[in-house]
């Protein structure tokens, strides 16, 4: 298809007077992922909330693979994979009936269950039950879940929330993988570092507004100060030389401390996405 997979035109939703989505616009090309970063009750679940069709927006209108989703939701909801917080995993089947019971409510023939397991790194525990899983083996059997469609749209909700390193990490790269493939991804996080490394382009939430959206280095290059620490070894003792190099004369300076004897180490040092995210919005990811 050409176009955007995800196409968001100024949704708002409110539960009663509290305004949790407040106009929201932005689309996902395929092939694209897109980190929704924001603090605890920033709106991003409700917004996915209504991109996936559970509940439709109170104004605007999304489209999703060029359907209306609140028209199409049925057909949309095919050829969607959902992986949400709340656990939907079926403790006392096996991971292998687990994956076979959801592949026969999509009416889907020929899946490759083991290869699912597979990717997940779950294949030796095919026969065994989510219930005596670690929550690292479980969120992996839920997103091997979620690619049981082989979805073009993916929406993660704090796939790696929580998780022990290498279960984050196996999750991080299928992510990487299914955005190979052509996937559309809209991954939520207030994980800044995650967001950073996966997302092509991040949106930062606040209040349930779209604070701003572009590419982690576009953000990063429009904000905060350019450095480079460089550390030197004179005279038995560590000294640190910072240079902004957006002041004059930086390149010379760059050179003399670069050019040192005893030089250690040189590190760029960049605006983070939490410090820009505080920057635009006067509050941390945290709070
Ligand atoms: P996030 O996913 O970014 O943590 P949410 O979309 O869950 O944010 O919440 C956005 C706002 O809406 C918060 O202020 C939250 O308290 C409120 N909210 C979320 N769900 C409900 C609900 N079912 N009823 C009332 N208020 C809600």
Redesign the pocket.
């Given at each position: 298809m050409t176009g955007p997979a995800i196409d968001v035109k100024n949704i708002s939703y409110s539960?009663?007077e509290?305004k949790?989505?407040d106009d929201i616009s932005f689309s996902v090309a395929p092939g694209e992922i897109l980190g929704f970063l924001?603090?605890?009750?920033?709106?991003?679940?409700?917004?996915?909330?209504m991109l996936t069709g559970q509940m439709p927006p109170q104004s605007g209108s999304i489209d999703i693979l060029g359907q209306d989703i609140t028209r199409e939701r049925t057909a949309v909801q095919g050829e969607i994979g959902v992986c949400f917080e709340e656990k939907n995993l079926y403790l006392n089947m096996s991971a292998r009936e687990n994956l076979a019971f959801f592949a026969d409510l999509f009416g889907l023939k020929g899946v490759d269950i083991t290869e699912l397991l597979r990717r997940v790194d779950l294949a030796d525990r095919a026969d065994d039950r989510p219930k005596d899983f670690s929550k690292g083996m479980r969120q992996r059997l839920m997103i091997a879940r979620t690619l049981i469609n082989t979805p073009k749209v993916l929406f993660l909700?704090e796939p790696t929330d929580g998780l022990d390193p290498a279960s984050a990490l196996a999750i991080r790269d299928l992510i990487k993988t299914e955005a190979a493939r052509g996937a559309a991804v809209l991954l939520?996080t207030h994980d800044m570092v995650e967001a950073d490394q996966l997302s092509d382009r991040v949106a930062f939430?606040n209040e349930?507004r779209m604070v701003t959206l572009d590419t982690p280095d576009n953000l990063k290059l429009s904000h905060g100060k350019r450095s480079v620490r460089v550390r030197i070894k004179d005279n038995g003792k560590v000294r640190e030389e910072v240079v902004e190099l957006d002041e004059s004369g930086a390149g010379d300076r760059l050179k003399t401390a670069g050019g040192a004897q005893g030089l250690m180490t040189i590190h760029t040092e960049e605006a983070t996405l939490e410090t820009i995210f505080i920057e635009l919005t006067g509050r941390g990811l945290h709070t």
């Open positions: 539960y009663k509290k949790a989505v924001g603090p605890n009750g920033a709106g991003k679940s409700t917004t996915i909330k909700d939520t939430i349930g």
